[in-house]
């Protein structure tokens, strides 16, 4: 599976994006699947997540109610919704994949980059 994000860009403060994930070379639909970031100078943090079981979805606190994780199996596609953006933001994201019976995510997008102006 290869992962491709698309999306990125600036936004002012308050504003929304949406990010896309498109796959190719095998099906999604027994992916678990998720959005990572990256801010400068620091380590890379789950935004969101979402189960291949029953389509759950995970958030940290800091985008909970703000940023939204969809699929679409049928497409092969991961979008991830970003309302209410702020300046913290702003970071590198990344589309990941983990395998069926993998323990943790193991392919990984280029990323895209997210900027949010104040």
């Known amino acids: 599976v290869q992962l491709v994000e698309s999306g990125g860009g600036s936004v002012q403060t308050g504003g929304s994006l949406r990010l896309s994930c498109a796959a190719s070379?095998?099906?999604?639909?027994?992916?678990?699947m998720g959005w990572f970031r990256q801010a400068p100078g620091k380590g890379r943090e789950s935004v969101a997540t979402?189960?291949?079981?029953?389509?759950?979805?995970y958030y940290p606190d800091s985008v909970k109610g703000r940023f939204t994780i969809s699929r679409d199996n049928g497409k092969n596609m991961v979008y991830l919704q970003m309302n209410s953006v702020r300046p913290e933001d702003t970071a590198v994201y990344f589309c990941?994949?983990?395998?069926?019976?993998?323990?943790?995510?193991?392919?990984w997008g280029r990323g895209t980059q997210v900027t949010v102006s104040s």
């Open positions: 990941t994949a983990r395998s069926p019976g993998a323990t943790k995510y193991n392919i």
């Open positions: 979402i189960l291949s079981a029953d389509d759950s979805t």
């Open positions: 070379g095998r099906t999604l639909s027994t992916y678990d």
